[in-house]
Nanobody
């Protein structure tokens, strides 16, 4: 399948910023929901944010509200997660995921609400 594909992870100091990208190249484009999740060892994948194409309706988990912003291009091919004022507890593997042909689940959704997953990108925030 080859999509979605995340990029942009890395290591930063607390208070720093990172921008993650998620590419949907070659994906069939219709209405869809893109989700951002993160996971740390031994823990379940946690929903961080969602964005619906084409309306740009967004959702954020309380833990990131006011610090993270998700956006997308006009064509539904690229999705972004701008992460500001990062904290050590934001560290983890970040995944983007796609749910095609339908809207976003309430409350950010669960793993099973999205059928297409990227490979993940690592984010490390040092204190």
């Amino acid at each position: 399948q080859g999509w979605p594909v995340e990029s942009g992870g890395g290591s930063v100091q607390a208070g720093g910023s990172l921008r993650l990208s998620c590419a949907l190249t070659d994906a069939p484009i219709s209405k869809h929901c893109m989700g951002w999740f993160r996971q740390t060892p031994g823990n379940e994948r946690e929903g961080v944010a969602t964005i619906f194409w084409p309306s740009d309706t967004t959702y954020y988990a309380d833990s990131v509200k006011g610090r993270f912003t998700t956006s997308q291009d006009d064509f539904g091919r690229m999705v972004y997660l701008q992460m500001n004022n990062l904290k050590p507890e934001d560290s983890g593997t970040y995944y983007c995921a796609a749910a095609l042909g339908r809207g976003c689940p309430s409350g950010g959704g669960q793993y099973g609400d999205f059928e297409h997953w990227g490979q993940g990108t690592q984010v490390t925030v040092a204190s």
